[in-house]
């Protein structure tokens, strides 16, 4: 299976970027650039870092994961998002000690959605989704850019509903 840098990121534990620099220093095994972008083979599920000469070795994520990973919805992120017509991250992806936010989540497999009011110390952590430790994740993030078409889209479509509105009023009055 071939993956691209943002998902061998993610399943190295590391930033793209970081895999980036490891990219252009030839410690990917296998890894090659088609076009504009990487394809990353995967051996046993996980991409393959040859190690460095000098310093101390790579802390990145080989092992399978042991732990659970949790997704919660950042709920003032969600309503500042509303409320100021911006982009942040609404998403929060919990595995281990690592916390990535992000914009969109990819589950390749089992999970589950949780309610505990009780075990919450405030209401949006009182909700949250469960991925069972053998399951990837992948997390995209976005930089609002991609959007704008929409907001392009959505505020002709006022603009318009507007214009006719007033053309009735006008139509209107001038019987």
């Known amino acids: 299976m071939v993956v691209g840098t943002t998902q061998a990121a993610s399943l190295l534990g590391i930033s793209s970027q970081r895999l980036r620099m490891l990219l252009s220093k030839d410690r990917i095994k296998g890894a090659k650039k088609v076009g504009r972008f990487w394809q990353i083979p995967l051996y046993d599920g996980v991409p393959v870092v040859t190690e460095g000469r000098r310093g101390p070795k790579g802390t990145w994520n080989q092992d399978k994961h042991l732990e659970a990973t949790y997704i919660h919805v950042n709920e003032q992120a969600l309503k500042s998002n509303h409320k100021n017509q911006t982009s942040l991250p609404v998403f929060t992806v919990k595995r281990g000690e690592r916390t990535h936010c992000c914009h969109e989540v990819e589950i390749a497999g089992a999970c589950r959605l949780v309610y505990r009011p009780l075990q919450a110390e405030s209401i949006s952590d009182s909700v949250w989704l469960q991925v069972e430790p053998n399951v990837p994740v992948t997390t995209k993030v976005f930089t609002g850019s991609e959007n704008l ?27």
């Open 149 to 175: 078409d929409d907001k392009l889209e959505e505020s002709q479509d006022s603009l318009d509903a507007t214009v006719h509105e007033v053309s009735e009023i006008k139509s209107y009055f001038s019987i």
